[in-house]
Antibody, heavy 121, light 107 residues
Framework: QITLKESGPTLVRPKETLALTCSFSGFSLSTIGVAVAWVRQSPGGALEWLGIVYWDNDKRYSPSLQSRLTFSKDTSKSQVVLSLTNVGPMDTATYYC?????????????WGQGTLVTVSS | DIQMTQSPSSLSASVGDRVIITCRASQSISGYLTWFQQKPGRAPKLLIYAASNLHSGVPSRFSGGGSGTDFTLTINSLQLDDFATYYCQQSYTAPYTFGGGTKVDVK
């Protein structure tokens, strides 16, 4: 059974760095083809793709966030960490991590419950 | 970036109706199109991948079609459980962009 769960601060001050951890079970991020993606959703807004980290540590980032966004994976701990620097009010959102087995079109077929992060002083 | 445009942005329907949602890509994405369903306060759920393949456990009243730039999600005989927001996503070229969503509510 595949599960994912996001964890981290619920409140972050402007200009600080947000660090979120996606802890997962039921798969290994060293298995060929597997990947974990990050998606966020501002209150009342649409889904926004942030990026993805693959089994071989290949990463793709949203161009609009690339200068502030970093993913790191710890295969032994079954975790992926998202780091977003210099946050602002526009980064207030629910952040999700999601899994894909890499099958064909890489659909995200398992999602965490999401964690709401508010950026405010 | 590939832009994904969904229409309509919202619609009102009744139980038993047939609902069709469209998703258009700004350039060809072959069949690299996924549909998700999301309910308030919940994570998205995968419905259809590779444009027309039904994810395991998803009711057969859901179907997807299209290729290239134009895609559809059809819900035959809408059920109470189907009132939700639906999103398309392309996975052809990173960034793997989502559409703006289509909210299906009760008429």
């Amino acid at each position: 059974q595949i599960t994912l769960k996001e964890s981290g601060p619920t409140l972050v001050r402007p200009k600080e760095t947000l660090a979120l951890t996606c802890s997962f079970s039921g798969f290994s991020l060293s298995t060929i083809g597997v990947a974990v993606a990050w998606v966020r959703q501002s209150p009342g807004g649409a889904l926004e793709w942030l990026g993805i980290v693959y089994w071989d540590n290949d990463k793709r980032y949203s161009p609009s966030l690339q200068s502030r966004l970093t993913f790191s994976k710890d295969t032994s701990k079954s975790q992926v960490v998202l780091s977003l620097t210099n946050v602002g009010p526009m980064d207030t959102a629910t952040y999700y991590c999601a899994y894909t087995s890499g099958l064909f079109t890489e659909p995200l077929d398992h999602w965490g419950q999401g964690t709401l992060v508010t950026v405010s002083s | 970036d590939i832009q994904m445009t969904q229409s309509p942005s919202s619609l009102s329907a009744s139980v038993g109706d047939r609902v069709i949602i469209t998703c258009r890509a700004s350039q060809s994405i072959s069949g690299y199109l996924t549909w998700f369903q999301q309910k308030p306060g919940r994570a998205p759920k995968l419905l259809i991948y590779a444009a027309s393949n039904l994810h395991s456990g998803v009711p057969s009243r859901f179907s997807g079609g299209g290729s290239g730039t134009d895609f559809t999600l059809t819900i035959n005989s809408l059920q109470l459980d189907d009132f939700a927001t639906y999103y398309c996503q392309q996975s052809y070229t990173a960034p793997y962009t989502f559409g703006g969503g289509t909210k299906v509510d009760v008429k």
